[in-house]
């Protein structure tokens, strides 16, 4: 299988607070690779540094073969790694499909992002309905999905999702989760998901990571992780 993200020693701190101490993880094309722990473990600051976003990092990191641990977060992003940072990150001022536009801006290919923009739809018919509307009126749940359609229109060939299920209603948790493995099957993505809900992240992933005060202490297919009577007990309650 090949790899396309390759992480080694990556160290985060703010300021003088080391929050990361040395993780090493892969992703593996086309799967689904989610990161578990609980409140504060690091999951949230795992996603800046592997786009160098408000922290500061050391350690290696590989994207699609090519080191990107010395490059700017921009860079990172127009290399192909798209961020659903945790609070999202839309424009709330503009419309659904002015913020669904901008996340295809920097692309040349006219006719393929309007493709693209009527797949969004297909896929988040709730964004259709709302795509006259402020992002800013959208609920929790239509702006996650905006957000991460938005991240798709940018076509990238990684994408982090940090927490999509934060603040949501179960039903709609179920919703997106049931896109999302649309979109796993149908795009070109692979996903790095951050969640503290194990239970519907180990549905969607092939493969977890558990970190601990900024370690990983367990890793293995999702299976694998269901059946380990810690994280069991620790994170499936049960
Ligand atoms: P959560 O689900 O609560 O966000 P998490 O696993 O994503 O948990 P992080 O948000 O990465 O955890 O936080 C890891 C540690 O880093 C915590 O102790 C947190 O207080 C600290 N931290 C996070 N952001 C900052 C920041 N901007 N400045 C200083 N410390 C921070």
Do not use: W
């Not at 603040?167 to 493995?181: E, N, Q, T, W």
Request: with cysteine; proline share 2%.
């Amino acid at each position: 299988m090949t790899k396309v993200l390759q992480v080694r020693g990556l160290v985060a701190s703010y300021g003088s607070t080391r929050v990361l101490q040395g993780i090493d993880l892969d992703v593996e094309q086309g799967q689904v690779t989610a990161l578990l722990g609980a409140n504060g473990a690091g999951k949230t600051t795992t996603l800046r540094a592997l786009c160098r976003f408000q922290v500061r990092t050391q350690g290696s990191v590989t994207f699609r073969g090519e080191r990107i641990d010395n490059r700017s977060t921009e860079q990172i992003a127009a290399l192909g790694v798209g961020h659903v940072p945790d609070g999202r990150g839309t424009f709330l001022g503009l419309t659904t499909e002015e913020n669904l536009r901008l996340g295809g801006h920097a692309r040349r290919d006219r006719a393929a992002t309007e493709r693209d923009l009527e797949r969004m739809y297909e896929y988040f018919p709730r964004l259709k309905e709302r795509r006259s509307q402020q992002a800013g009126t959208l609920s929790g749940g239509e702006q996650q999905m905006l957000a991460i359609a938005r991240a798709l229109m940018a076509k990238p060939a990684l994408l982090l999702l940090d927490e999509p299920s934060f603040g949501l209603a179960p039903l709609i948790v179920k919703d997106i989760f049931a896109i999302m493995r649309r979109v796993r099957s149908e795009e070109k993505v692979s996903i790095l998901l951050v969640e503290q809900n194990a239970r519907i992240a180990l549905e969607l992933a092939d493969t977890a990571y558990l970190l601990e005060t900024g370690q990983v202490v367990k890793h293995g297919t999702s299976a694998d992780m269901k059946n380990d009577d810690a994280v069991r007990r620790a994170y499936l309650g049960e």
